[in-house]
């Protein structure tokens, strides 16, 4: 039915790689265009000025969702990327949170039990929300047969999946901050200061910013095989899987325009002048470049485009790449603790405060940080070097008086914050290159830098992300599709937006 | 001793609306008051020689107008005068004027910016679909989105049908107004400062809230959709003093045959088999009743007036986890004669209304900032109005009562309250207005400072909070207070609960007490007195 | 503070002297007469000889830059690559869901200049609309003194001051010229459906501009009037033209989702070009084309002489309501009840018998009475004199 139709995915992120090896497999032609000079976007690793090849921007993940592993028959990631969260602590009482558990010197039995019930909690409140991440966002009117059999099996999960208590604690819950939650929960203000990190980073918002605890949901996998990993393979493994497929990829191609003639998408045109005709064309670009730089409001009704035009997609971490001339010596980050994810977090209040900055176009004078050092066995070309990546935040991408200037200031209070928690850290560092949120813009064509193409609210989420209109991988213009986190359920390397796209569009054919 | 049907703690709005109604279906009610004045949060009170204080809530426009015909609060002597618009006065000396008058409104905006002066009128369409619809929701009773009875089922049907009258975009943009923060809300509309700011204030009043929290967005609807004769998004003194309001309303109750025990605080609820039976009051004297009726809040009912042994663990759980910061204080001020603000010309209207300082969201959102760190705002939002420029009663002639509401105030600075930060708070406020009124100070005759602090020591409103509990979406609709009690039935047989801790949540409305009375009613098998939405198609 | 909330139009002085009733309105904000002596007489100064109306109040909108072109034919429903340089097309536009924000008229000044002028508020809308085009848009609704001379003898009014070329101008033509020292531009258009023209200068050549033409009167070569809204009224539906906020609730307006109309349900689909480039609202209106029509707004005619102001429209007498009269006037000239009424459709079509339940009362008595409808395809009123080129001379 479908052997002829042809296909171009604009951008290979790993979304794009995910749709088009679903495609590919359901027997179109598939053609990848891909803006830089390879695929992967967040996930492709980096090459710093030193040749050293690091970690991709999004350095750290629970890999893709487990149906995607088995439907494409892509391998987990191996155990040995498996991350454990070291949040440090200034008096070096740092605290480990592994295998839905967290330990530490000064953790209380408490706090620790609390801990697991948290877990279990959100586990089971992410589970009732897996029918809704996997599948297309239903619509609330107009619904067709599938949206309804969603929606009935959404309300299904939280009535009888998590039972009629847990329901309704879910309904108080699922719109509001973490910070309540954690305060109603735990005693420890560094667990606190640690989960609240999870569900802020990213994002625009603070753990007092109500919605915290739907993009904590979002952002944390609680499956059993699914704990966080480096991310190093996970665009060549998928790369690999989509040329299996019989996925073509073209790289260094940047889109000028999606070609639409009376409606209906008909292809698109690169920046060198060529054209690509195809049957159907699918964005992994964000909204507002689809739309806005793509398309064009000249193919689109005004009110819609003055809402992808609004859209909140303002990066506010920054990403700094490090060449260390040693290994950090800690006495509480001793072996195979030192190249965990290391955060710095230490409790709420600490974390509201580096938000406020952001607010109004500053940069944290206390930023929260993401640091992860490489393994010797991980080391680029270049073997002499040791590295380390780093995502720090706030760093807002409207930065008042902008980023020039202030890029030295920004990475020393970076630098600053790390000492005082890794002493003699400043004295390791041999390079670095700072990624703003501007320079993430420009060299990840997304609007904005935003690591999730769009913040996480519940404005901005389910069948409103990234704008009703659009919501259902569909756009206003026939044959053109979304695929990338700017669409549901977002964010995250997860490749459910890729996987849901191309459930949508096999569905349309 | 006296046997009563029903006893309503606490002779605030919503205790004197639910027991006059219940009184008018001829139950014998009992209300209990531990001050000496009725009205909790509304009352006038003479707190300066021959001036009269609305000391506590001080403007008037969500009283549902259906509890107001049908307990004839007229002929009990309420009388709400409508309040003539609003200003922001802008720090470089210029204002924001709001008229009622619509062409004087139209081009005070397009001074300002004349693409915000049209986009005002998609922004008040907008506003009047969201507030048709919720209002239709304030004189129910939230169904149990986990239950399966046939009166939530049916009521579930009620509410989503009118939901369903929303056009499809509409019902997004309906889901996107409830979630969104105000600025991020406004900002889709509004492009001037002076602008958003003065549109933002509505939305954080009471709430532990900035103007980029999202929710807030929703609280704006708790300032707009409030009518008076029919005007939505104007506001009303009450002649008098708020304390009129629960004057009419008990006068009313009077009528019906009602009881009110003023100095008469209640120690405990008493409880036997897991029904509520009677109330001992802090003398000692026990009360039997066959209904209790609590209009405190969510926390001090349960935390306070009912032994945690005869509750179920959850709700002790819950009543703990309840939000219901404080994050408000209130300056109310005699003036020896009517301050003069440079930015105005000379006999201006604007003075009639509400008066504000706040002129950009930055500050706004700074004035939150010291909130969420326990401090009070060093730059705070103000609600101020001069309620005797036409009211009469409140102060002699030719001086002023203001009342100036102020956001944000924290519970419980560091270190606690004491009279120099009380004092240092006050200043505050007061340089605030000085900076804009050159006269002002001078003017000062006496003036209350109440802090969270004050509010909840002689009130009773838990940390101070206004509303009797954050409206956030963890304590809206069903969830309010507590998720499985939204339906004003407490825990315990023959209690209930009818303060703003329950839905439609806070401000002066009167609509938690008659959704009360209708619940109560239903189990007695009692006639309805309870009135209606009058609806508007 | 002005004494007034009203705001003064540059025609102000002339329109306080000649008005002797001084009933004025809010008109966009402005000082708008809506009678100045009587109504018959405005009425026939229209219809019969020479009329003078304040249009400043009219909201004004000058679009430039190199994309205005493409971003109005983005913004309106009807295809404005082929409108010349001196034209003007009258235009409605709508939102995303195909529902008439306004109408008005896009009068193209040069290769990327253009008015557009609307009866509301549309900067917001305009604004929105831009995104993505390189346009300037100006609000110049206070700049631009604008001033509607119609009636039969209009053109020999203009003529006689010393305005030339108008025997050529045909309508919806512009013609710019320059008359004792006036800069003034001349367009073929109006309101009224008989022959006129509208005169644009700016502000201060106003008072200069109206005793030029109103001299005519005063030196008693020709009966001229100002005119009020009320006049206006009666012609414009006599012509058949429809009144956003009259006769439908505009969109951006509409607070209940029914209230809202579409071009076809305002019976104006001859302005809805689906071969054009994409505009605002098509995708939803391509949708609407495909379904039955459900409801229209009609022209139609009412028998017998009571008043069928806000009358209820039945299929038959005490049949099924079928819709409601949104604006009617007495035809001085047809002698009949005329309305522009909203019908509910049955089927897709029009419902073949239209009855009007009419309330009325004689000396305070309150009567109710039934009378037949006639639905009218056409204007009901219509002179070819409004548009021969050359037009008659008196």
Known sequence: MTNNLKVIVIGGGHNGLVCASYLAKAGLSVQILEARDSVGGACAPIIDNNGNKLAGLAHASYGLNMQILKDLDLPALPIQLSLDTISLSEDGSHITFANNSVSGRKISERDSKSYRGFIEEFKKYSEALDVLTTNIPPRLKDMDWHDKKTLIKIGWNLRFGLGKKLMREFLRVGGINIFDVLNEKFDDPAIKGAIAFDAVLGHKMGPRTPNTVLSYLQKISFGENNSLCRSDNLSTLLEEKAKSLGVKILTNSKIDRIIIEDGICKGVKLESAEIFKSDLVISNADAKTTFLKFVGTEYLDAMFSHRVDSIRQEGAVARINLCLKALPKDQNLEGDKLFQRLIIAPDMQYVEHAFNHSKYGEYSDHPILEMIINRVEDRGPSVNSITATISASFAPYDLKGGWGKNRNLFVNRVFETIEKYIPGFNNLVKSYELLTPCDIEEQYNCVGGHWHHGEMGIDQSFMMRPVHGSAQYKTPCKNLYLCGASAHPGGGITGLPGHNAAKQIIRAI | ?537 | ?394
């Open chain 2, 1 to 537: 001793m006296e046997n009563f049907d029903a006893i309503v703690i606490g002779a605030g709005h919503n205790g004197l609306t639910n027991a006059a109604f219940l009184a008018k279906a001829g139950l014998k009610v009992l209300v209990l008051e531990k001050n000496e004045y009725i009205g909790g949060a509304t009352a006038s009170l003479e707190l300066h020689k021959n001036w009269k204080y609305s000391n506590c809530s001080y403007v008037c426009s969500l009283f549902r107008p259906e509890i107001y015909q049908s307990l004839d609060l007229g002929r009990h002597g309420l009388e709400v005068v409508p309040l003539q618009g609003s200003v922001t006065f802008k720090q470089d000396g210029d204002y924001l004027g709001s008229y009622h008058q619509s062409d004087l409104w139209r081009r005070e905006v397009a001074r300002h910016s004349k693409k915000d002066a049209d986009a005002a009128v998609r922004f008040d369409a907008d506003l009047m679909k969201w507030c048709r619809l919720i209002r239709g929701f304030l004189l129910r009773t939230p169904p149990d989105p986990a239950s399966f009875r046939p009166r939530d089922a049916l009521e579930f049907a009620f509410l989503l049908k009118k939901f369903y009258s929303l056009s499809e975009s509409e019902l997004y943009e309906f889901i996107r107004f409830f979630t969104m923060s105000i600025a991020n809300y406004l900002e889709q509309y509004f492009e001037s400062d002076v602008i958003l700011a003065h549109f933002s204030g509505g939305s954080i009043i009471g709430t532990g809230l900035g103007v980029y929290s999202p929710g807030t967005a929703y609280v704006l609807l708790h300032h707009a959709m409030g009518d008076v004769d029919g005007n939505v998004g104007s506001w009303g003194f009450a002649r008098g003093g708020m304390g009129s309001v629960a004057a009419a309303l008990s006068s009313s109750f009077l009528s019906f045959g009602g009881t009110i025990r003023k100095s008469s605080e209640v120690k405990k609820i008493t409880v036997s088999n897991q029904t509520a039976t009677g109330v001992e009051l802090v003398s000692g004297e026990i009360i039997n009743a066959n209904a209790i009726i609590s209009n405190l809040d969510a926390k001090r009912t349960f935390l306070k007036i009912i032994d945690e042994s005869d509750l179920p663990e959850d709700i002790v759980k819950r009543a703990k986890n309840f939000k219901i910061r404080g994050s408000s204080g209130k300056v109310n001020i005699a003036l020896d004669g009517m301050p003069i603000f440079s930015a105005l010309p000379d006999k201006s209207p604007l003075t009639l209304g509400h008066m504000h300082f706040s002129d950009t969201l930055e500050r706004l959102e700074r004035a939150y900032d010291d909130w969420k760190d326990d401090r009070w705002s060093s730059d705070p939002y103000v609600d101020m109005v001069i309620p005797t420029q036409y009211d009469p009663t409140m102060a002699p002639p030719g001086k002023h009562m203001m009342s100036v509401f102020v956001q944000y105030c924290p519970v419980s600075p560091e270190g606690g309250w004491d009279d120099k930060k009380k004092k240092a708070f006050g200043d505050t406020v007061i340089n605030q207005i000085g900076d804009y009124s050159p006269n002002f100070k001078d003017l000062i005759l006496h003036a209350e400072i109440r802090t969270p602090h004050e509010i909840e020591k002689e009130v009773g409103l838990t940390e101070g909070n206004i509303f009797q509990g954050e409206l956030t979406l963890d304590q809206l609709m069903f969830n309010r207070p507590f998720p499985g009690y939204a339906q004003y039935r407490g825990p315990l047989k023959r209690m209930y609960m009818c303060s703003s801790s329950n839905h439609p949540g806070g401000g002066v409305m009167g609509a938690p007490g008659a959704n009360a009375a209708r619940e109560i009613l239903r189990d007695f098998k009692r006639k309805n007195t309870t009135p209606e939405d009058f609806g508007d198609d």
């Open chain 3, 1 to 394: 503070m002005t004494s007034s909330v009203f705001q003064k139009s540059p025609f102000q002085a002339r329109l306080d002297a000649l008005n002797i009733v001084q009933q004025w309105t809010s008109w966009n904000g402005y000082k708008s007469a809506q009678v100045f002596d009587t109504i018959a007489s405005e009425y026939f100064a229209i219809r019969s000889t020479c009329s003078l109306m304040d249009l400043t109040p009219m909201e004004k909108f000058r679009i430039t830059g190199p994309d205005s072109q493409r971003f109005l034919n983005r913004l309106v429903t009807r295809d404005l690559s082929n409108l010349a340089i001196d034209r003007v097309a009258y235009v409605i536009w709508c939102n995303d869901e195909g529902k008439v924000l306004d109408d008005g008229t896009v009068f193209r000044l040069g290769e990327n200049d253009f008015r557009l002028c609307a009866q509301h508020h549309q900067l917001d809308w305009l604004s929105i609309s831009r995104l993505g085009f390189n346009v300037n848009i100006e609000k110049e609704t206070d700049d631009i003194a604008a001033l509607a001379v119609q009636g039969p003898t209009s053109f020999s009014v203009l003529n006689k001051v010393g305005i030339e070329g108008l025997d050529k101008l045909k309508p919806f033509q512009i013609c710019q010229q320059s008359i004792s020292g006036i800069e003034i531009m001349i367009s073929r258009t109006g309101f009224t459906g008989d022959l006129g023209y509208e005169l644009w200068t700016s502000p201060e050549n106003a008072l200069d501009l109206w005793d030029l033409i109103y001299g005519q009167c005063e030196n008693g070569n020709f009966d001229i009037r100002a005119i009020g809204l009320h006049a206006l009224n009666m012609v414009r539906i006599e012509a058949g033209f429809i009144m956003p906020g009259e006769d439908f609730v505009t969109a951006e307006t509409a607070v209940r989702a029914d209230r809202s109309r579409s071009p076809f349900e305002l019976g104006l689909s001859w302005l809805v070009d689906f071969e054009k480039p994409y505009f605002t609202g098509k995708k939803a209106l391509q949708a609407e084309a495909l379904r039955p029509a459900n409801r229209r707004l009609v022209k139609l005619s009412v028998e017998g002489n009571k008043p069928p102001a806000d009358a209820f429209l039945y299929d038959k007498e005490n049949g099924k309501r079928i819709g409601t009269v949104k604006s009617c006037v007495w035809s001085p000239i047809l002698k009949a009840n005329l309305t522009l009424s909203d019908i509910e459709f049955e089927n897709g079509s029009c419902p073949e018998k239209i009855w009007a339940e009419i309330y009325y009362q004689k000396e305070l008595e309150w009567k109710s009475s039934w009378s037949q409808c006639h639905v009218s395809h056409k204007p009901f009123w219509k002179n070819a004199r409004a548009s021969l080129t050359p037009p008659m001379k008196f």
